[in-house]
Every structure is written in C-alpha cells, then in structure tokens.
C-alpha cells in the first residue's frame, strides 16, 4: 500500500482541507488518488445511514468512484469524540475493517490519502487510537500543524508521539489557522527547526481554502522525493 495519512496537531487544524489540496496537487501530477476517511462524527443523519461532509469532499475529489462506506466505514451522528460516539451506537471500531476497505481503495490507486479524525492520539475504543491506524496500513504521516497559539507545544509532542510509534513521519505542513496570530514567522522558523521532517507546504490563512486555493502552496516535489 503506498501513500500518506494526515493528521494534525488537533481537531480544526485543517487536515481536510489539506488532504483535499494534496490530492489535487497529486492528480496534477499524473497519480491517481483514492481518499479515505475511516472514522468520522459529527455526520448527517441520511436514508443510506450518516454520512460525514468531509467524508463526502474526499470522495468526490478522488480519482475513482466508489461507494461511500469504503471511504468511511464508521460514521457517527454525534459530534463527540469518536469512541464515546460508537459506543453509544454500540459499535466497535475494527482495524481488520479498515484495513479491508483500505486495501480496497489502494489496489484503484496509485496513492492513498488516509484522513484521521481529530488529533493523532484520539481514542477510537478499548485499546485502540487513531494513531494505531498508521502502522496498521503501513502509511508514512503528514503533520498539519495548525499555526495558532499553544501549535509549538502540540506539534513536538505530536512529532514525538509519531517517531515512538514506529512509522515514518513524511514532513509537516504550517497551515495558518488564526489569522491574527502574532509573531508568525518566529514560530514557523521554530518549527523548521526542532520538527525532525522537512516542511511540505505553508498555507497562509484563506477565507475560502478551496483545495486549488491550497495546493499551490504544496510542496509536492518535496514529498515525492
């Protein structure tokens, strides 16, 4: 299976955004690209059962239909962490399932972007955490670092987090989540300099991040290097 799974420093730092914009750049590229996003909450209630918006933006820009429980096999309604949403549904998320639709998707694809679902430590049921889903699918990982105050602390310890899992971490992305925040490039330079993976993009803050507003601010030679 080759490709990536985005995560982030935490919930709203913009990894859809960004995943949306990777893909783009991706496919401009020549690569075919298949999304994923294997859990999600915060979805709309539907005859077909919850779908996630987010879910469904990945769907629609990838390069080959498919149905959408592949793309999001665990949907909750409620916008709560995921595993208190899935056990109110009485579900239990199994990596065997992802790793089934995920398989799926990479054998249509030349590249998979898998999406987590809030930050990288966020349990998803007993025993299991969104950060089990890298090595499970054995994807290296981008870090959307969500540019805002207290994004230094969240980010080493994210980048930590991810080294002592044992997988790859690909390169990081500065995306400018508040765009009033004070002394910006200070931080950035921080960044580049204690995150142990090379920087693959910064995005300054766009009232309309639509994936072509994004992509171009990608640095997609870098991370296919």
Not at 63 to 70: H, K, L, N, T
Not at 105 to 117: H, Q, T, W
Not at 209 to 216: D, I, L, N, Q, T
Request: hydrophobic share 50%; charged share 15%.
């Amino acid at each position: 299976m080759k490709g990536f799974f985005v995560t982030g420093t935490d919930t709203g730092c913009g990894k859809t955004e960004l995943s949306l914009a990777l893909i783009q750049a991706l496919r401009q590229h020549g690569w075919w690209v298949q999304a994923m996003k294997p859990v999600a909450s915060g979805c709309e209630p539907g005859p077909q059962g919850p779908r996630n918006p987010d879910a469904r933006r990945l769907l629609a820009h990838s390069s080959v239909v498919v149905p959408y429980e592949w793309v999001n096999p665990y949907a909750f309604i409620p916008p709560i962490a995921p595993h208190i949403a899935a056990r109110e549904a009485g579900v239990q998320i199994e990596l065997a399932l992802i790793q089934g639709h995920a398989t799926a998707l990479a054998a249509r694809a030349d590249l998979l972007i898998v999406e987590g679902v809030g930050g990288w430590r966020v349990p998803l049921g007993p025993g299991l955490a969104a950060s089990d889903l890298p090595s499970a699918l054995g994807l290296p990982v981008i870090l959307v670092v969500g540019l805002r105050l207290g994004c230094l602390n969240h980010a080493l310890l994210t980048a930590e987090s991810i080294l002592a899992s044992g997988v790859a971490l690909a390169g990081w992305v500065a995306n400018q989540a508040d765009p009033r925040m004070e002394r910006l490039e200070e931080n950035i330079a921080t960044l580049g300099s204690l995150l142990p993976a090379p920087c693959l993009g910064r995005v300054p803050w766009l009232a309309d991040p639509a994936p072509e507003a994004v992509a171009p601010h990608l640095a997609i030679e870098v991370l296919l290097a």
